[in-house]
């Protein structure tokens, strides 16, 4: 029998919305702004009707720590921001990084700096999703091209988030998030929902920290019986504050050990006609529907040119863009800002092949035409 699928008109911040209570969110704390307002009007809305919480916070600082505190009570929890607040939350992202708090924040990217260009496109916060925190951290970071992968990975940030205990980000430029699409969702039962390990030895035997062959420890609930320290020092395996240099050493490699270890599952990207491909366009988001658009022309025209689109944006899909680097002529990398995930392409480069970039700053969609046009760069 044919799976039932749902199709609805929907927005992209309507699918993310959807996405994530069928992943089992069941906490919201957000602060209105633009482009990202529609996610937390979305979940004051859905959230009640499945037993949910929603709370409008007094800013985006109060709405990372919130759903920080409902995450260690055991609950799937997730907030909405776009640049300004984004940048407000980075201090307890990092918190959620060292004390391995599981939880979603959607980034819906505008102009910046500042208040910058708020209701127009821009992909200005790639590096600020990496780096935006202080410390040497891991972080994951997604990005969905489409209304139907709004709601799919949305689904996946909160599976990785479980399965690895990290903050996960959801990244797309306004374009993404304000495009209306029509939507097949798929039925619940044919949907993978990913919950937290939670421990299974006796309180008395708990250690919140402890090493295994994974890099993630079991996580309780506040109010289960388990005793459990939470800080942003420093810890030992108890969850206490350290400075021993061999306990500090084993807490930072183990926080990348984990996401390390699991690069095969947590990478992912699509490959569009690039088995013949003699130039590769490397892009994301909006710009990846343009540059999808470009190659078809292209191929019209007798050009063999191909797409890489990552949906992993951190960590880095080294070796798929490296691999792309040894069997083409060239890579152009059109994205909505000054060049920010080309330098990470041009960083892996060993002279395997030429790198153009295609930036647009002005607040304005990049075309299949300007993609076209930079084309003529190469052949």
């Given at each position: 029998?044919?799976?039932?699928?749902?199709?609805?008109?929907?927005?992209?911040?309507?699918?993310?919305?959807?996405?994530?209570?069928?992943?089992?969110?069941?906490?919201?704390?957000?602060?209105?702004?633009?482009?990202?307002?529609?996610?937390?009007?979305?979940?004051?809305?859905?959230?009640?009707?499945?037993?949910?919480?929603?709370?409008?916070?007094?800013?985006?600082?109060?709405?990372?720590?919130?759903?920080?505190?409902?995450?260690?009570?055991?609950?799937?929890?997730?907030?909405?921001?776009?640049?300004?607040?984004?940048?407000?939350?980075?201090?307890?992202?990092?918190?959620?990084?060292?004390?391995?708090?599981?939880?979603?924040?959607?980034?819906?990217?505008?102009?910046?700096?500042?208040?910058?260009?708020?209701?127009?496109?821009?992909?200005?916060?790639?590096?600020?999703?990496?780096?935006?925190?202080?410390?040497?951290?891991?972080?994951?970071?997604?990005?969905?091209?489409?209304?139907?992968?709004?709601?799919?990975?949305?689904?996946?940030?909160?599976?990785?988030?479980?399965?690895?205990?990290?903050?996960?980000?959801?990244?797309?430029?306004?374009?993404?998030?304000?495009?209306?699409?029509?939507?097949?969702?798929?039925?619940?039962?044919?949907?993978?929902?990913?919950?937290?390990?939670r421990p299974t030895v006796p309180?008395?035997?708990?250690?919140?920290?402890?090493?295994?062959?994974?890099?993630?420890?079991?996580?309780?609930?506040?109010?289960?019986?388990?005793?459990?320290?939470?800080?942003?020092?420093?810890?030992?395996?108890?969850?206490?504050?350290?400075?021993?240099?061999?306990?500090?050493?084993?807490?930072?490699?183990?926080?990348?050990?984990?996401?390390?270890?699991?690069?095969?599952?947590?990478?992912?990207?699509?490959?569009?006609?690039?088995?013949?491909?003699?130039?590769?366009?490397?892009?994301?988001?909006?710009?990846?529907?343009?540059?999808?658009?470009?190659?078809?022309?292209?191929?019209?025209?007798?050009?063999?040119?191909?797409?890489?689109?990552?949906?992993?944006?951190?960590?880095?899909?080294?070796?798929?863009?490296?691999?792309?680097?040894?069997?083409?002529?060239?890579?152009?990398?059109?994205?909505?800002?000054?060049?920010?995930?080309?330098?990470?392409?041009?960083?892996?480069?060993?002279?395997y092949a030429r790198i153009i970039?295609?930036?647009?700053?002005?607040?304005?969609?990049?075309?299949?035409?300007?993609?076209?046009?930079?084309?003529?760069?190469?052949?």
């Amino acid at each position: 029998m044919a799976e039932k699928r749902e199709v609805r008109l929907l927005q992209g911040n309507e699918a993310i919305v959807e996405g994530a209570i069928t992943a089992g969110c069941r906490f919201f704390a957000g602060y209105p702004i633009t482009p990202a307002t529609e996610i937390a009007e979305g979940m004051s809305v859905r959230l009640p009707k499945v037993d949910g919480t929603f709370v409008q916070m007094e800013d985006e600082i109060g709405s990372m720590g919130a759903i920080i505190g409902a995450s260690l009570t055991g609950v799937k929890s997730m907030t909405a921001t776009s640049g300004p607040g984004f940048s407000l939350m980075q201090e307890n992202i990092g918190f959620a990084c060292i004390a391995e708090v599981p939880c979603v924040v959607a980034n819906i990217m505008r102009g910046g700096p500042s208040t910058g260009l708020p209701t127009n496109p821009s992909q200005s916060d790639i590096m600020q999703s990496r780096w935006g925190t202080h410390g040497d951290h891991p972080i994951i970071v997604l990005s969905p091209h489409s209304v139907e992968e709004c709601f799919s990975v949305t689904i996946r940030a909160f599976n990785l988030s479980e399965r690895y205990r990290v903050p996960v980000v959801l990244t797309m430029d306004e374009v993404v998030a304000h495009m209306r699409e029509k939507v097949e969702l798929p039925s619940l039962d044919s949907i993978e929902i990913i919950d937290r390990v939670r421990p299974t030895v006796p309180p008395d035997w708990y250690i919140p920290y402890e090493d295994n062959s994974i890099g993630v420890p079991p996580m309780s609930a506040f109010g289960d019986g388990y005793r459990y320290h939470v800080t942003g020092l420093v810890h030992d395996v108890r969850g206490f504050p350290t400075s021993r240099p061999d306990e500090v050493d084993l807490l930072i490699r183990r926080l990348h050990r984990k996401i390390d270890k699991g690069l095969t599952y947590i990478q992912e990207g699509e490959y569009f006609m690039m088995d013949d491909a003699e130039v590769a366009i490397i892009a994301y988001s909006s710009v990846s529907r343009s540059a999808k658009q470009a190659a078809l022309f292209a191929r019209e025209k007798g050009l063999k040119v191909g797409v890489f689109r990552p949906i992993t944006i951190w960590p880095f899909m080294r070796r798929a863009v490296e691999d792309i680097l040894k069997n083409v002529r060239a890579v152009i990398i059109p994205e909505m800002n000054m060049g920010q995930y080309s330098r990470e392409v041009k960083r892996v480069d060993q002279g395997y092949a030429r790198i153009i970039t295609l930036n647009r700053v002005d607040g304005r969609v990049i075309t299949p035409d300007d993609i076209m046009r930079k084309l003529k760069e190469v052949y």
